[in-house]
């Protein structure tokens, strides 16, 4: 008998085994595949959160800043209003005193020959070059010699009251420009009919005569 069927029989039987153990890691792939997949997914979603963790802790970090610097700002501006003669708080205040150092001289409503009738505002005698700020904020609606008022800047608020500043040796500030309270507008000098270095304040409301600073500046909270 020829030994050919038995060959036949055991190459068949090979091939059997040999298709068998291929097809095992076939089905097997994909479980794995899926497995792999939902690592992946994990993984990418734990990434987004740590970012967005990140991008939180950024905002914070320049929130805590800007709060820090306003913080800040704030003091500096509640000492410079300190220096001015306004001790409240700073986001409420509405005038200053012009000048940080100074003497009240000669007040509202003297005669004499000095003038040429009533004194119209209030001297504050102060050394020459010390800075003169706005007692209030407003618009600057003139700068320019003025006959005895000497070099003047005057300040119009909203409510159309203007604020005369006179005798200036010099002056920061030009016609149109909006200034703050308690921003400098020049400095003290003795021109124009002057005895020495000194400021003379008025305060005109609604641009008409004028009115006793002290007066005013007490109404708004502030008193030399």
């Known amino acids: 008998m020829s030994s050919l069927p038995r060959r036949v029989g055991i190459v068949f039987a090979v091939v ?45 970090m320049t929130l805590n800043r800007r709060a820090d610097a306003r913080d800040r700002a704030l003091l500096g501006r509640k000492a410079v209003l300190a220096a001015y003669g306004y001790h409240g708080d700073p986001e409420r205040v509405r005038a200053v ?26 001297d504050f005698s102060a050394s020459s070059g010390e800075p003169i700020v706005a007692i ?16 003047r800047t005057i300040v119009t608020l909203p409510d159309g009251t203007e604020v005369w500043y006179c005798h200036q040796a010099e002056t920061s500030v030009y016609a149109g420009q909006v200034v703050d309270v308690a921003e400098q507008i020049g400095t003290v000098g003795s021109t124009g009919n002057s005895t020495g270095p000194h400021l003379h304040l008025e305060v005109r409301p609604g641009a008409g005569g004028p009115t006793d600073p002290l007066a005013w500046l007490s109404a708004e909270g502030v008193t030399p």
Request: hydrophobic share 45%; with cysteine.
């Open 97 to 122: 005193l012009p000048l940080a150092s100074y003497r009240v001289s000669a007040g509202y409503g003297l005669t004499g020959p000095l003038w040429e009738a009533e004194h119209g505002g209030q």
């Open 16 to 60: 059997a085994a040999t298709v068998c153990l291929a097809a095992v890691p076939a089905e097997a792939a994909p479980e794995t595949s899926v497995r792999q997949g939902a690592q992946a997914e994990a993984l990418e979603q734990a990434i987004a959160v740590q970012e967005q963790l990140r991008e939180r802790q950024r905002t914070l």
């Open 136 to 151: 209030a904020a407003g618009t600057v609606t003139e700068v320019a010699y003025a006959g005895p008022y000497g070099l």
